[in-house]
């Protein structure tokens, strides 16, 4: 009974949190001047939903789609890399210093050159989510990698195992809880990626939307913007989750109470 209770509690949670928060966002918006142009009503922002439903689902499919392109490209470039800068110490000496320089560089700098290479538009959107996703990817890929028993390996070599064998049969099963780590990391980044490239270089998608409705300054549609991009993230945060948890059914870090 105990436990059926705290499963109840642990699904309701989530909702009890979004209904706070709407509360307090209403009862906020009640005591500020000009709400509807500083902080409108939940009540605003619905409607403004329901009035731009179409632009807002042409646009927010736009941005799906770009999010998810980097993503995927993140997860093939990212996987390849971290495995070899995991496996190989002179890769991980050679590339790791100019990936964490990259990573450094704040990727709105990154958009002049974008759109003198590609025009505005899905390139720009997709590449901006690819570069904020890899880093994640590779770093905890390695780190997977990395945290092999080194009794484990020893038992593997006594049996006659080579460096390739040990990866594939210890190094990469260790590494799938890290690797889904990132990906749940990786996969908000990649729509904080395409809605900022939206903002800047494209005619269509969330960003593009919520930068046109900012210039007529209609503030609800703005907040409906996040509110659609929050939701997609959210949708794509617990679809990782829901695959980490058949991959790795078998470790105990894929499988956190609190997921």
């Known amino acids: 009974m105990n436990k059926t209770w705290d499963r109840s509690i642990n699904r309701a949670m989530p909702w009890l949190a979004i209904a706070?928060?709407?509360?307090?966002?209403q009862a906020a918006s009640s005591l500020v001047k000009n709400s509807s142009l500083t902080l409108p009503a939940p009540t605003l922002v619905a409607g403004a939903m329901i009035k731009h439903h179409d632009a807002i689902l042409s646009n927010a499919l736009q941005t799906l789609f770009t999010s998810l392109?980097?993503?995927?490209?993140?997860?093939?470039?990212?996987?390849?890399?971290?495995?070899?800068?995991?496996?190989?110490?002179?890769?991980?000496?050679?590339?790791?210093?100019?990936?964490?320089?990259?990573?450094?560089?704040p990727k709105v700098a990154l958009m002049p050159l974008l759109v003198l290479w590609f025009g505005i538009g899905s390139v720009p959107a997709t590449i901006l989510a690819f570069s904020l996703a890899v880093f994640p990817i590779i770093v905890n890929v390695a780190t997977g990698?990395?945290?092999?028993?080194?009794?484990?390996?020893?038992?593997?070599?006594?049996?006659?195992?080579?460096r390739f064998e040990i990866i594939t049969k210890v190094g990469i099963p260790a590494m799938m809880p890290f690797l889904f780590?990132?990906?749940?990391?990786?996969?908000?980044l990649a729509f904080v990626g395409s809605v900022l490239s939206?903002?800047?270089?494209?005619?269509?998608?969330?960003?593009?939307?919520?930068?046109?409705?900012?210039a007529r300054f209609d503030v609800s549609l703005v907040f409906a913007g996040l509110v659609v991009i929050a939701a997609m993230?959210?949708?794509?945060?617990?679809?990782?989750?829901?695959?980490?948890?058949?991959?790795?059914?078998w470790s105990r870090h894929g499988t956190q109470r609190h997921h």
């Open 198 to 214: 939206e903002t800047v270089a494209a005619n269509n998608g969330i960003g593009f939307l919520m930068q046109e409705a900012s």
């Open 181 to 188: 780590a990132s990906f749940k990391i990786a996969i908000t």
């Open 20 to 25: 706070l928060l709407l509360l307090v966002w």
């Open 69 to 105: 392109l980097g993503f995927a490209i993140a997860v093939v470039v990212g996987v390849f890399i971290g495995l070899a800068i995991g496996i190989s110490v002179r890769l991980y000496k050679g590339l790791y210093p100019l990936l964490v320089a990259f990573n450094a560089v």
């Open 145 to 162: 990698l990395a945290s092999i028993d080194p009794e484990m390996e020893d038992v593997m070599r006594s049996l006659g195992a080579n």
């Open 233 to 249: 993230a959210v949708m794509a945060y617990a679809i990782c989750i829901v695959i980490e948890r058949r991959v790795t059914r």
